[in-house]
């Protein structure tokens, strides 16, 4: 009777650790699985990046802004965007900063809807993001912005002028469906 006992003790122990292990493996399979979807999304969305940069079609919005002499500003409350369209660049950002030159009465905002004269878009090093230069002239004065975007669609938008102090805006592109939403 005890060799009897002794028979099934082992065999519940062997039982319960082979449930052991499986529930074990099926926990490293699922976290694997997890990373493996993980780095497909990351691949996904930066190839949803590149092509939204070599379409020309593509929002920046704008969560923070770097005046040249003075403090960051925070944009998440604010209304602004600065549309990239295959044959023109129309842009609504606040601007905090010294004008040289103003109209009477404008107030004082980075806006302009023009086509650019020049769009031109480099790989950075080793696949490492895009760098953009566009230049668009507009009456009286002519805007230069340059674009720096990550794989991931982090992004740094640097925007000069003849009749402003150079300012610095850090956000990310969407799609322009997705800038609709907001």
């Known amino acids: 009777m005890d060799q009897h006992n002794e028979i099934m003790n082992a065999k519940k122990i062997l039982l319960a650790f082979m449930m052991f292990i499986f529930i074990l493996a099926s926990g490293f ?3 694997g699985s997890r990373k493996a979807k993980r780095k497909s999304d990351k691949i996904e ?7 939204l940069i070599n379409s020309r079609e ?10 040249q002499n003075g403090g960051s500003v925070d944009l998440t409350t604010n209304s602004n965007f600065t549309k990239f369209h295959p044959d023109r660049v129309e842009s609504y950002m606040p601007f905090y900063g010294r004008a040289y030159h103003v ?8 806006k302009f809807d023009a086509k650019p004269k020049e769009f031109k878009v480099t790989t950075r ?16 004065d002519c805007f230069q912005l340059n674009l720096f975007v990550s794989p991931d669609g982090s ?8 009749d402003r102090s ?10 322009p469906e997705a800038q609709a939403i907001k």
């Open 155 to 162: 992004s740094t938008l640097t925007i000069s002028s003849n």
């Open 29 to 31: 399979t699922q976290e």
């Open 166 to 175: 150079t300012i610095t805006y850090f956000g990310d592109i969407v799609k």
């Open 45 to 51: 969305h930066e190839n949803q990046i590149g092509q």
């Open 58 to 67: 593509f929002v920046f919005i704008a969560t923070r802004a770097l005046p």
């Open 125 to 140: 090093n080793r696949g490492k993001g895009y760098a953009l230069t566009i230049s668009v002239p507009v009456s009286r």
């Open 103 to 110: 109209d009477y009465g404008g107030d004082g905002g980075i």
